[in-house]
């Protein structure tokens, strides 16, 4: 979306909110990965605020995420009741500014700004894992526990594999070859399947924000989460689902710039680790560990092939949708062994 015209609609969608209260100016602070874009709004009283304008996906959801966000941010126990960044209520419900026009569709929600301590390394040390293993675990188990008064999602993973097999049914030209488009088809149908095969519906359901790249969130210098205000891939689904962003974070590689997404971080032994401490903390079952499979052959399929042209810029999605042809989907049956990780968690 144009920059000109993204400002104008920001601008529209505070008029809305709170017309009394006058811009200076607005600035873009986006990561410039995804479609989404990121203001810093400051005003003439020199208080700020953060806008985010998105146009992917649907509005419905969009909604629905940050009404179950608000929620749950406002449900979680210490030390986790400030751990997520607020946004801006009116008449007691998430603002969320829908603009309509010129063909182009796009909504806009408010956050007070975040405050940042520390970032984790680029590459964690031995210490960094144990202790991001310890707090995931207890940052899950306290979601779990909130879990149940939060707001209902009408976003499932099944829906969301369906929904691609429908829009393959409709126009199988947007998805390639003849043999791309079979590659397709027969990696909805294993993951269906191995989500019957491993009892997933079973699995309980808490609020899961899956892209825990590190600069997605803060910590104090105890190295215990802080803070944490990227939304994107948020969704109401089992814990299974952070895991692969897990193994991501304290990859040998790090965080990079340039990223890919290859399914070995799963199998490496810096996350065998992160997993025997998560393991201590909050027990995963023997099925969790085979959906780990699942999990990341679902966020290939939905996240890069189904919208990765909406929701990552184009030379990013173009990259990672032919990479995932010919790397990641056939890599899924390859290169994940759950045996590897049942032994190392004594699971049988």
Not at 12 to 21: C, L, M
Not at 321 to 344: G, T, W
Request: hydrophobic residues 35%; aromatic residues 16%; contains cysteine.
């Amino acid at each position: 979306m144009d920059h000109e015209l993204s400002r104008q609609i920001v601008r529209k969608a505070w008029e809305g909110y709170d017309a009394s209260k006058i811009i200076k100016s607005i600035d873009d602070i986006s990561a410039n990965v995804s479609t989404n874009l990121v203001f810093r709004i400051r005003f003439e009283d020199d208080d700020i605020v953060i806008a985010k304008l998105s146009s992917f996906g649907k509005y419905d959801y969009f909604k629905e995420d940050h009404r179950i966000i608000h929620s749950l941010s406002n449900n979680l126990l210490y030390p986790y009741e400030n751990f997520l960044a607020k946004s801006l209520l009116k008449n007691n419900r998430v603002y969320i500014y829908r603009h309509r026009g010129s063909g182009e569709e796009a909504w806009v929600v408010f956050y007070n700004p975040t405050r940042i301590m520390e970032r984790l390394p680029r590459r964690l040390e031995d210490n960094n894992i144990r202790k991001f293993a310890q707090q995931t675990a207890k940052f899950h188990k306290a979601c779990a526990r909130v879990s149940k008064v939060l707001p209902k999602s009408s976003k499932t993973m099944r829906t969301d594999i369906n929904s691609l097999l429908d829009q393959i049914a409709e126009d199988e030209s947007r998805f390639g070859t003849r043999s791309q488009v079979d590659q397709l088809r027969y990696h909805c149908d294993k993951y269906l399947k191995g989500r019957a095969k491993y009892a997933a519906n079973t699995f309980q359901t808490i609020p899961v924000f899956i892209d825990w790249n590190i600069g997605n969130f803060s910590v104090t210098h105890k190295q215990e989460l802080y803070s944490r205000w990227d939304y994107d891939w948020f969704r109401m689904t089992n814990r299974v689902m952070d895991f692969y962003f897990f193994s991501r974070v304290v990859s040998d590689v790090g965080d990079r710039t340039v990223f890919s997404y290859y399914i070995t971080t799963l199998t490496e032994k810096r996350f065998i680790q992160f997993l025997e401490e998560y393991h201590k903390h909050n027990p995963l079952t023997v099925n969790e560990v085979y959906f780990m499979k699942e999990a990341y052959r679902f966020f290939i399929l939905n996240y890069v092939i189904k919208d990765g042209k909406h929701f990552f810029h184009e030379q990013y999605a173009n990259k990672l949708q032919q990479e995932a042809y010919d790397i990641y989907l056939p890599s899924v049956e390859r290169d994940f062994d759950a045996e590897v990780i049942l032994k190392a968690l004594k699971l049988k």
